[in-house]
């Protein structure tokens, strides 16, 4: 039987991230398109996910600490947490986020 994991959530709890990219070089995009694919895939309807251009808004970078791109960070539920990279690894980027399944 193959059951789909479910997050480790109440109903009114969602995982809320922010993904901060600079423009649309390679990178960025390639952030995007796997950090959209692991949430439609592993995370259903348990999630929020904002996308931040850093060139549109540099201000937010020294507000947030960002000092990275692209970086995942996961707000909610605390503790918050920050990944760098592409996130080509969806294993590593859901244990990386410290989101348990049941």
Known sequence: MNKKKRL??????????VLYVSGMSPKSMEAIENINRICADQLENSFELEIIDLYKHPELAAEQQIVFSPSLVKRFPLPKKTLVGTFADSEKVIKGLGILFK
Request: aromatic share 0%; glycine share 0%; charged share 30%.
């Open 8 to 17: 480790l959530a109440t109903t009114e709890d969602k995982l809320v991230l």
